[in-house]
Each structure stands twice: as C-alpha cells, then as structure tokens.
C-alpha cells in the first residue's frame, strides 16, 4: 500500500494554523459595510444577485450560503447580511492559511530529514509562515470585510499545494484536478 503524501503532521499544521488564523478573523471581523464595493458585494450575496463584471458566481453562490446559515445574526437590531459575507471571507482566508501551512510543512520535510527533530521543525515553520501570511495587512484586512480576495488566495494556495503534490509524485488526475481549481 502506497503510503500518503501529507502526513498527520502536515495536517496537524493545517489545522493549527487554520483554526488560529480563524480565531483572530472572528475576532476582529467587520460588522457591517466598509468601503469599496462592500455594500453593492453584501447585497448580491443576500439576494443571489450579480455584482459588478465579472459578477463572481462562485462567491456569490457561497456567501449567499452564509447569508442563509447566519440569518440569526443581527447588527444593531436588524439583520446584517454584510456581517455573514464578512465571515465567508474569514472562513476562506484561514483555509487559505491553512493550506500555506501545509506546503511549507510538506515541502519542509522533504527538505531536511522528515523524522525526528526535522519534522518538527518543518511543523513550526508551516505554521509561523501560515500565520505571517495571515497576518500580513493586506490578507488580515482582505479576509474581515466583504471582500471577494479571499477566496481567491483560498484558490491561488490551493494550486500551489496541488502542483507541488504534483511534482512530487505526478498523476494525469491531479494534474485536471489542478487545472480545474
């Protein structure tokens, strides 16, 4: 049986950072409308309509999830769609910082001894590189407001961790799966 390519460490670095990144998301996520395209983005998504071209079907169809599941929320007495597209955008900006942990800790492994001491190692690494991506001002304030960024560095650290599983151990189906993403 062939063995898996990430780990449970790798895993481990996942969803450390993931679940950290996500926590101080939530903590500092807007509760309503900003500036920029956040009001016309806001109320797309809770009415499953288009914003401005190129329209953004796929985020507008997940934030618009989030609407729904999140309807209880309320913001000064009123429902607040902008508040739920808010937190779509934590939730895909902390999966992308948790995909960023789990290439440096993969990629980290394969290159210094993988056991012992290495692996941990390249465990604290992904994670801290996860975290200064997430951090940085532009991802942090991309991923607490109603922005559409998010998801797109959800998608851009999605194929990178696709085409180094690639690299490292190249398949046709991987390589759709890629170009699909």
């Known amino acids: 049986m062939k063995e898996r390519f990430f780990s449970?460490?790798?895993?481990a670095a996942f969803w450390t950072a993931t679940v950290a990144t996500f926590a101080v998301y939530f903590y500092t996520l807007g509760p309503s409308v900003g500036l920029e395209d956040s009001g016309e983005l806001a109320t797309a998504a809770a009415n499953l309509?288009?914003?401005?071209?190129p329209g953004y079907?796929?985020?507008t169809f997940c934030s618009w999830l989030?609407?729904?599941?999140f309807s209880f929320v309320t913001y000064m007495g009123h429902p607040t769609p902008a508040w739920c597209v808010s937190l779509c955008s934590a939730v895909f900006g902390a999966l992308a910082a948790g995909c960023t942990a789990m290439l440096i800790c993969r990629s980290g492994r394969d290159f210094?001894?993988?056991?012992?001491?290495g692996a941990w190692l390249s465990f604290g690494g992904g994670v801290a590189g996860a975290l200064t991506f997430a951090l940085?001002?532009?991802e942090w304030s991309q991923s607490t407001i109603v922005e559409i960024y998010s998801l797109n560095a959800l998608f851009l650290m999605w194929v990178f961790l696709l085409s180094y599983r690639w690299m490292r151990r190249p398949s046709g189906t991987l390589l759709w799966t890629t170009a699909f993403v």
């Not at 449970?8 to 895993?11: A, V």
């Not at 989030?66 to 599941?69: D, T």
């Not at 210094?112 to 001491?117: A, K, R, V």
Request: contains cysteine; hydrophobic residues 35%.
């Open 49 to 53: 309509g288009v914003p401005h071209p």
């Open 112 to 117: 210094i001894d993988g056991e012992g001491p």
């Open 8 to 11: 449970k460490l790798d895993w």
């Open 66 to 69: 989030f609407c729904k599941a």
């Open 136 to 138: 940085s001002p532009v």
């Open 57 to 59: 079907p796929f985020w």
